[in-house]
């Protein structure tokens, strides 16, 4: 007899839960009855391999901007194709990607291709050492710049750090790392300002996700740091992996007023496939260069697959679409009506409910903490809550991550925000009856 679709994804979650490590892909794992399979997305939705149908607000967190499968990105990749995936010598759509991102990015001369967000904050890191010939780094409480060592520090604790050290996030980070990667409270400007005078004759780089997860930076915090990383001539590094070509155009550098030295970019930048970024400034990136310095003085950061000519023509591709009149201003305003929609409805069934971010990017968080400044304003929320909406939420067709963000494509369409809408209101209808309000 043949399968049902529903039998045919629970053995599929079964092998799943044997061949890979944890079942699943990282530390995003959903409660067995609600794990999907995706077998196809188009546009805003996704269906399961059961044939279950989603709107996507995880988007493969963050990188599917345009929407799935859009139509210039399976172009683009499909008129490459046939010729080859892989060179490990230049090639036209590369350069072409790169001339786009000089242009593009308010602090970019040059660019140097990554294959993910963790190498390229890794190595933009990296370079300021070199750059600087310092060794230590500041990074923020709460900030997420991928998995390699000196990311690790301070992501996610339960509590204020002793700042500037901080606990590592993940077992197996050697301990000597946190020696040299110093950790201070968001948006806390004059703490910050302190720290970094202090540290400042060891100070490689200071780098900051300009819009910490779902927390806006406060008028005059990114300002207080450029300011004095630049006295101090230390490498100031935005992380604008989500923000990049999501928030605007010119991502957060454009939206806040503030340009940094380096930034990284991945997710959007390449349509969905994997490639990253670190664009910077000519002197900064100059530490790449092999043409005028001998071997030893040179950073190394290369990689087998860096650049190859499928992602960067999807990011050309992506780069065509978004540029495009009209694209931001809507964008913004089908998240705008999302984070209303969803603050309005929470309040009525009697939750305090915040929807703090940016509209194109944005979180929903149970507390009453106002305003939501640094990581542990955010540990005021009820995560129990978050996640038994999101559950709410995944129950009636909407994908998401719990107590994460939602990602807004330009895709969504406005009957996908009023489906939504419904559904919103529908959990937490039924939450407020589960929790007896
Ligand atoms: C701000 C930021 N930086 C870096 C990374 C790491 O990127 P990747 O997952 O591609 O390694 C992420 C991933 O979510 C991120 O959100």
Known sequence: MNATPAQRQAALLATAGRVLAGGGLGLFVLPPEL???VARGEGSHVWDVAGREYIDYHLGSGPVLLGHGHPAITRAVAEQLPKGTTYYFLNEAEIELARRLVDAVPCADAVHYTGS???????????????TGREKVLKF???????????????????????????????GVPAATG???????????????ELIE????????????????????EPGFLAALRAVTAKHGIVLVFDEIVTGFRIAWGGAQEKYGVVPDVATYGKAVSGGLPLAVIAGRHDVMATLDARHQPRERVVWATHTLNGNPICAAAGCAALDVLGAPGVYPRLAATGRRLREGIVEAGTRHGFTVQAPGEDAVFGVRFTARRPLRNWIDLTTADKDLGLRWALELLRRGLLVNPNEKFYVSIAHSDADVDRTLDVVDAAFAALAREVGR
């Open 35 to 37: 794990n999907v399979v």
């Open 117 to 131: 967000g963790t190498e390229a904050t890794f190595y933009a890191l990296r370079m300021a050492r070199a750059f």
């Open 141 to 171: 409480e709460g900030a997420w710049h991928g998995m390699h060592d000196y990311g690790l520090w301070g992501t996610v604790p339960a509590a204020a750090s002793p700042y500037p050290r901080a606990a590592p996030d993940s077992i």
């Open 179 to 193: 020696d040299t990667v110093l950790v201070a409270p968001f948006n806390d400007a004059t703490r910050a300002v």
């Open 198 to 217: 202090q540290h400042a004759h060891e100070l490689a780089a200071v780098i900051v996700e300009p819009l910490q997860r779902v927390l806006l930076p």
